[in-house]
């Protein structure tokens, strides 16, 4: 088994050569994190790309009125703050550690330089960017076109495809999550997470208790947004 096998479970350097994969081990800082510690926060000068070997990270943004949004919650094998490469630019987010978690760092000179000399690499990030980006126009799509129930609906979706865990009672949500996050997430406030969680209990599309939601049926979920 090769040393850097852990790099093929990082989404942008699936596809590269084990002479490529050697290059990105070469230049990457892996640390370790407890749950709670904040690796940047939003406004702090952008220095590194950063990938998730283990744990969960919380990406996040203060909006005008001090009121936190959620954009991502991340796992094993994704990257954040690639949004800093190729400029100047500060985090334009916060990441926070929801749970212990092994992160590797790639400063972006290091990164840059790499990238230059290895067209390969490059190639791989041009795609992991452009996906990003229809994952970005996507979202915005999504604020604009569907209520809180439906906007609720798809990240239900989404978290049980991340993190589902599948039991005799349905798909349960392998993750500890606070319905103010889901609000956060959603982009609306926790008493109306709490209604809109509590209508797809009633027509019995998910079960609900104080720190689990297990979907039973995620095709009546799905309804709520096509």
Same mark, same amino acid.
């Not at 290895?118 to 999504?142: D, F, G, H, M, W």
């Given at each position: 088994m090769s040393k850097y096998d852990y790099l093929k479970q990082i989404s942008v350097f699936a596809q590269l050569k084990e002479e490529f994969l050697q290059k990105i081990d070469d230049i990457s800082i892996v640390r370790s994190y407890p749950k709670g510690k904040t690796i940047f926060m939003e406004g702090d000068s952008g220095e590194a790309f950063f990938y998730i070997k283990s744990g969960l990270v919380k990406i996040s943004k203060l909006s005008s009125d001090g009121r936190e949004h959620i954009l991502h919650i991340l796992n094993e094998g994704h990257v954040f703050a690639e949004v800093t490469l190729f400029s100047s630019s500060d985090y334009p987010a916060t990441a926070e550690v929801l749970e212990d978690a092994e992160v590797?760092?790639?400063?972006?000179? =290091? %990164?840059?330089?790499?990238? +230059?000399? !290895?067209?390969?690499?490059?190639? =791989?990030?041009?795609? #992991?960017?452009?996906?990003?980006?229809?994952? =970005?126009?996507?979202? +915005?799509?999504? %604020? =604009? %076109? #569907?209520? !809180?129930?439906g906007r609720t609906a798809q990240a239900l979706v989404k978290l049980a495809d991340d993190y589902g865990k599948k039991t005799k009672a349905g798909t349960e949500l392998d993750l500890n999550i606070s319905r103010q996050e889901l609000a956060n997430m959603v982009g609306t406030t926790r008493e109306t997470v709490i209604r809109v969680l509590s209508a797809f209990k009633k027509e019995m599309s998910i079960e609900l208790d104080k720190s689990s939601i297990v979907i039973k049926d995620i095709e009546k979920v799905k309804q709520w947004y096509r």
């Open positions: 590797g760092m790639i400063k972006n000179s =290091a %990164l840059e330089k790499l990238i +230059v000399e !290895t067209p390969e690499i490059s190639l =791989a990030l041009i795609k #992991y960017l452009n996906n990003r980006l229809i994952e =970005a126009q996507n979202k +915005v799509r999504n %604020l =604009a %076109l #569907y209520d !809180t129930f």
